[in-house]
């Protein structure tokens, strides 16, 4: 038997649409108290007292039987005549009310329908189901997609060395087998804008380089020697997240007018691609030596190798920063990063120029600079006062050069300490090597160059020796604190130049 309470639960799920009533109805009277069978109310001997109706109720629950009697207050006998309390539901419930005590102890005829229990509800709602339908869909969609791209990256690769292999016949005849790497570059650089390679003969010298050893790491990637029809070249490698780096150290360099003899010789650049990554190649003139800090660290140097290198990087810095008009013109350019590690020593002894990535050009036409400015670039210990105060006039050019100046006069600073004059020169040191330490902050920089105004040491000694006493009085004058009062470039190449004249050397 079930209580009132599930008595009313299994009620409450009957369908009101299918109910059809057991006998026909009017409007009872209702006695003042009714006395009714409970099958619920043990403790009042199943007895139930009402104002309203006897209600018995008979039903198959899960192949039971059960009987329901219990009283129904005269409130809930609603609506009048027909009281959903007292109505059947066909082949489920069989219902009847009376009104009389106990009159609802008769037995009535069972349904041929069964209840059920009540299911517990789906733990699913609508959002999980929609979800759990279309999260496979999706990454279906997403893998079909991916292989798409990955099809089209391959078909494109291929395409593109399809037509590298047919490219332009005269490329053929450029690259003739009697022409070495020097001549292709001397013959290219002389009868065109100066510029270097035409870009595909860039690519087709670049997807015949063979590379041979590494010979140097940095920020950027790596450094390579190579062969090329049996010439050693240098190839930068820059990975693919250096690309922006690669693409404006290539554009610097093929510059109109830009290729002279102490300013790194550019040969090509090329995007590479392994079949894994793409790598960026930037092929250059190789040069053995490797740069003025490695030379520096591993020789010393007569008077005559001091004014050569000194004299050739002058000669360099000063073409860079030159802007020369006409119609095959050249651009003002300064380089923004110069110091040992970024010039390189020739096997003549004369100085190259390298690592233009950083560089900036000055249109002379519009007075702007091509590159957005960024006042702290470069290496912190090179970095002029201005820069390390953040004083500089990022809109004037000639702010650029002034920079360029005063690191250069720290580089001569490193030559001259390695000068062997009289039997008599001092081990290899960085700048500033006493009064900071190996990897300087910005802060640590300026509290030195700026606050304190010092600057490396020259010593005594070097008054004994006029080239010395020359290279020390150029070095004060590139480091003023005032830019604008600093030498420049082309200064700098003439008092060389006169130096190497009263000292014979052979330029």
Not at 292 to 319: C, P, Q, W
């Amino acid at each position: 038997m079930l209580s009132s309470c599930q008595a009313s639960q299994f009620e409450e799920k009957v369908d009101l649409q299918k109910i059809s009533p057991s006998m026909s109805m009017s409007a009872p009277q209702f006695p003042a108290a009714l006395l009714c069978a409970c099958t619920s109310c043990l403790q009042a001997n199943y007895t139930c007292e009402t104002d309203g109706a006897c209600m018995v109720s008979i039903f198959n629950l899960d192949g039971m039987e059960h009987h329901v009697r219990t009283c129904i207050p005269k409130v809930e006998l609603v609506p009048a005549g027909k009281p959903f309390y007292c109505l059947s539901s066909e082949d489920l419930r069989n219902t009847h009310c009376c009104y009389t005590d106990y009159c609802n102890r008769i037995d009535l005829r069972v349904p041929s329908g069964h209840l059920k229990e009540p299911e517990h509800p789906s733990m699913w709602g609508p959002v999980e189901l929609v979800g759990i339908i279309a999260g496979p869909v999706f990454l279906l969609f997403l893998i079909i997609i991916i292989v798409f791209l990955v099809i089209n990256y391959h078909q494109r690769v291929y395409h593109n060395r399809q037509r590298l292999d047919m490219e332009d016949p005269s490329c053929e005849m450029c690259l003739s087998k009697d022409k070495t790497l020097q001549d292709l570059v001397y013959d290219l650089s002389t009868s065109g804008s100066g510029s270097g390679l035409p870009l595909f003969v860039q690519r087709t010298v670049a997807r015949t380089i063979v590379l041979q050893e590494i010979i140097g790491k940095g920020r950027f990637g790596e450094v390579w020697r190579g062969r090329w029809r049996g010439g050693d070249v240098a190839v930068k490698i820059f990975s693919s997240r250096e690309e922006r780096s690669w693409f404006r150290e290539a554009e610097i360099y093929q510059t109109v007018m830009l290729r002279h003899e102490n300013i790194l010789g550019f040969i090509a650049a090329d995007n590479k691609d392994n079949g894994t990554w793409t790598q960026l190649w930037l092929v250059s003139d190789y040069h053995e030596h490797g740069s003025l800090f490695d030379y520096l660290n591993r020789y010393t140097v007569t008077i005559e190798g001091m004014i050569k290198l000194a004299l050739s990087a002058a000669s360099g810095l000063a073409h860079l920063h030159m802007e020369i008009v006409g119609t095959q013109g050249k651009p003002g350019i300064a380089h923004r990063d110069l110091k040992s590690k970024n010039i390189l020593v020739k096997k003549n002894g004369m100085c190259a120029i390298a690592d233009l990535g950083l560089a900036v050009r000055h249109d002379a036409v519009t007075d702007t600079i091509d590159i957005a400015p960024n006042q702290r670039v470069g290496t912190k210990r090179y970095m002029a006062p201005e820069v390390l105060d953040e004083t500089i006039n990022m809109k004037h050019f000639d702010s650029f050069k002034c920079a360029d100046i005063y690191a250069l006069g720290l580089v001569y600073w490193e030559i001259a300490r390695r000068c062997n004059s009289g039997g008599v020169h001092e081990e290899y040191q960085l700048p500033y090597y006493d009064l900071v330490p190996s990897d300087p902050s910005i802060e640590e920089m300026r509290k030195v160059v700026c606050d304190q105004k010092l600057r490396p040491n020259i010593p005594n000694w070097w008054q004994s020796y006029e080239a010395l006493r020359v290279m020390g009085k150029m070095m004060r004058e590139c480091w003023y604190a005032n830019g604008a009062a600093r030498l420049t470039a082309l200064r700098i190449k003439k008092t060389l130049s006169q130096l190497s004249v009263q000292e014979d050397v052979k330029i």
